[in-house]
């Protein structure tokens, strides 16, 4: 059982940032992939950026892209997510999960963590 603890989440202006982290407590941290999704109200959890075990890999939802950052510290069994420029639209509760291989598919993902909102005004 992996146990994954989202913080960071809170309210911002737009155009400000937020650094989420996610962490895992375990020695088995560094053996999965990490990936951060994110769910608007009335709407499908979608996915955000995901990061390989060594951090070698790094992939991004369009949405994000230029915006965002995924990094990890396997030393800390944590992993972050760096979010500058901010939008309204950014406003959800941000999960992050494990994965043997970075997949921006939710379902591929076996462990999550409760979630962190991030509430963006205009």
């Known amino acids: 059982q992996v146990q994954l603890v989202e913080s960071g989440g809170g309210l911002v202006q737009a155009g400000g940032s937020l650094r989420l982290s996610c962490a895992a407590p375990?020695?088995?941290?560094?053996?999965?992939?990490m990936g951060w999704f994110r769910q608007a109200p009335g709407k499908e959890r979608e996915f955000v950026a995901t990061i390989s075990w060594n951090g070698g890999s790094t992939y991004y939802a369009d949405s994000v892209k230029g915006r965002f950052t995924i990094s990890r510290d396997n030393a800390k069994n944590t992993v972050y997510l760096q979010m500058n420029s901010l939008k309204p639209e950014d406003t959800a509760v941000y999960y992050c999960?494990?994965?043997?291989?970075?997949?921006?598919?939710?379902?591929?993902?076996?462990?999550w963590g409760q979630g962190t909102q991030v509430t963006v005004s205009s």
């Open positions: 999960a494990t994965n043997f291989v970075p997949t921006s598919r939710p379902n591929d993902y076996d462990y």
């Open positions: 375990g020695r088995t941290f560094s053996r999965y992939a």
